[in-house]
């Protein structure tokens, strides 16, 4: 233990510790919890090499951003927490299936394979799931709707029987045996979560964080995930690998109230919820948001990578490579994504790579003074695509991204300002006036008014449109649009709405992404005489303001935006280059991942993902 000028503290832990010792670097702690225990505003607990099964429950925080609680992983040391625990007392029953029984007391309070997922648009497909996992050499393997699909489908899976004093697990495991291999099953609900509300000031760092028996987490309940921050504000969750949470990653989301576990489909149960937050009095810029997202590898999660509704105001959520959620696709719902979050208020999210995901970005009801800016999208299945904003009034804006998935933009709101990014798929449109929902003073939480979602207030500026569809359904909006010096490529339809639009029919529209040494290029030519479209510079005055709310397009902290960067951070001319890339030449391939020096590269820790190259159209 260290105790600098400040008074503050470090605690170590050690997989040699003791609990009963001081924590010092010559006598460390055994368990994270302990050190939790024992931290104070200021303090700082270091974790050195090894596995911790463990529920972190912080019982406190910091004061400020000065004074917070760090939790960080030794440098250079792997520090995996897990919510798992290894099984290996297996008996064979025929072929490749397997059981083994575990008894009830190693789960505590709370038994994953006794309780099932479920809740607000949460769809089971006629079957039940359980929040349990079964996991071969760190695989997750699904889960069986009946006993009889593991004697009669060739493919890993298992089933549980829940009695009183044990639980019971059959898995189908094909060729491996399961005592020779490493097998593990969830224990814990979450890795790293307060069990109380308004623990802020954290930092969280550098920490392997995975296999949790996470709850579905729709924005009408509390939203708990194998790492969340429980109502709070300020916290830094930074440089972690995320992974194998039965439902979500990282939530930033909302209280227990007394209407959690009453499922109440439909707008009103959401109409509800917001009523219920507002109620509380504490949802305020002063209280609540504020989180740093940055630079984790988020990953094998079955509803989201990150979900939040209401707590992920005000927040910056950047650097961060988040693929393979919702693909098993075992359940449906409404609220699977990479990034998933309502009323993100003044929230940005630059500079994410979002690839194989059941969709990319999805701002559902309230999203106010957000920005989505220099991310990558690619490769992610749905028919929402990369970017979905719902059920909201503006302003937002949206510029600078790589946006490559078969639909680009699923348009459901108004007020949004699209600039400067290359759009590979699909654009569409869908109104939705019979839903009203909230909007907000600029900057804040305070209501204003109710309305809802009729077509039109958008933006489109400087984009290079390659899909067929372009823009055209633009000009049968009701309400004002405003489209110009946008480019279209090949058959993109530009719309009439676009005075100074450039269509190169000659264009090529096919392209690829490839990986290399963990950096992503695509592959398509780019036209140095696409120049000519002579894209003005976009800055706030000439955005406008968004027309329900009556709010500028501006920073949060209400300054002036200008769009005066490309997507790789060079600067831009006083008559920019179309699209999110300021060139000077043609140009066949570009880098589109990492954007900027210092983001992570497309490989994740312990294992090597793999990106496929898209279908010529």
């Known amino acids: 233990m260290r105790t600098d000028s400040g008074g503050n503290i470090t605690y170590h832990v050690k997989k040699t510790g003791s609990d009963k010792n001081s924590g010092a670097a010559s006598a460390p702690l055994l368990t994270i919890q302990e050190a939790a225990n024992r931290a104070h505003p200021g303090d700082t607990i270091t974790v050195y090499e090894g596995i911790y099964r463990e529920y972190i429950d912080p019982p406190r925080g910091g004061t400020s951003d000065e004074s917070r609680i760090t939790y960080q992983a030794a440098p250079g040391e792997t520090v995996q927490i897990k919510g798992s625990e290894v099984v290996d007392n297996w008996v064979h029953v025929d072929g490749g299936v397997w059981k083994a029984s575990v008894p ?28 349990g996992q079964v996991y071969i050499n760190d695989r997750a393997i699904n889960e069986a709707a009946a006993m009889d699909e593991l004697f009669r489908l060739h493919s890993m899976r298992w089933f549980a029987i829940n009695a009183e004093w044990e639980t019971t697990i059959w898995a189908n495991f094909g060729a491996v045996d399961p005592n020779k291999a490493y097998t593990e099953i969830n224990v814990r609900q979450a890795v790293f979560y307060p069990s109380r509300p308004r623990i802020n000031y954290l930092t969280v760092r550098g920490f392997t964080l995975s296999q949790a028996a996470t709850p579905w987490s729709p924005p009408t309940t509390e939203q708990i995930g194998l ?14 690998t995320i992974s194998h949470s039965r439902c979500t990653g990282i939530t930033l989301g909302k209280f227990h109230d007394r209407r959690d576990g009453t499922i109440q489909y439909g707008f009103n149960a959401h109409f509800q919820a917001v009523k219920r937050v507002l109620e509380r009095g504490d949802w305020t ?42 693909v098993r696709k075992l359940f449906g719902g409404f609220e699977q994504a990479g990034i998933k979050l309502h009323a993100p208020i003044d929230t ?27 991310n990558t999208m690619y490769g992610n299945h749905s028919s929402f695509g990369d970017i979905f904003i719902e059920i909201s009034h503006g302003p937002v804006l949206v510029d600078n991204n790589i946006l490559l998935s078969d ?36 900057h804040g939480t305070q209501v204003c008014g109710f309305a809802g979602v009729d077509d039109g207030d958008d933006r489109f500026y400087n984009n290079i449109l390659l899909h067929p ?31 100074h639009a450039l269509v190169d029919g000659s264009a ?36 406008g303001q968004a027309q329900i709310p009556k709010q500028n397009y501006e920073n949060p902290d209400g300054s002036p935006i200008v769009i005066n960067q490309d997507a790789h951070g060079k600067a831009r001319g006083s008559t920019p280059f179309p699209g999110p890339f300021e060139l000077t030449e043609d140009t066949e391939t570009i880098q589109i991942w990492p954007l900027r020096k210092g983001a992570l590269k497309v490989t994740a820790q312990g294992e090597k993902v793999e990106v496929q190259e898209t279908e010529p159209r």
């Open 104 to 131: 009830n007391d190693l789960f505590g309070g709370f038994n994953p394979f006794a309780n099932l997922l479920g809740g607000d648009w949460f769809f089971p497909q006629n079957r039940q799931h359980h929040s």
């Open 227 to 240: 790492i969340g921050v429980n109502w709070s504000k300020g916290w830094v969750i930074e440089n972690n």
């Open 285 to 326: 810029p002063d209280n609540i948001g504020h989180h740093v997202i940055r630079n984790n590898r988020i990953s094998h999660c079955e509803q989201s990578g990150i979900v939040g509704s209401h707590g992920g105001a005000f927040c910056r959520i950047e650097g961060n490579v988040i693929h393979d959620i919702h």
């Open 348 to 374: 940005v999210i630059s500079n994410n790579l979002i690839f194989n995901c059941h969709m990319g970005i999805w701002l559902d009801w309230m999203t106010q003074g957000a920005r989505i800016s220099n």
């Open 407 to 442: 639909v680009s933009i699923l348009d459901s709101a108004q007020g949004n300002a699209y600039v400067h990014n290359l759009i590979g798929g699909q654009v569409r449109q869908r109104a939705e006036s019979a839903r009203q929902t909230q909007y907000f003073d600029q």
């Open 469 to 499: 569809a372009g823009l055209a359904s633009y000009d049968k909006n009701k309400n004002p649009v405003w489209i110009d010096r946008n480019v279209y490529l090949r058959h993109a339809q530009s719309p009439k709405l676009d005075r």
């Open 508 to 543: 090529e529209d096919r392209f690829r992404v490839e990986k290399e040494d963990g950096c992503l290029y695509l592959h398509l030519p780019l036209k140095k005489v696409w120049q000519e479209v002579a894209c003005a510079r976009i800055h706030t005055d000439m955005l």
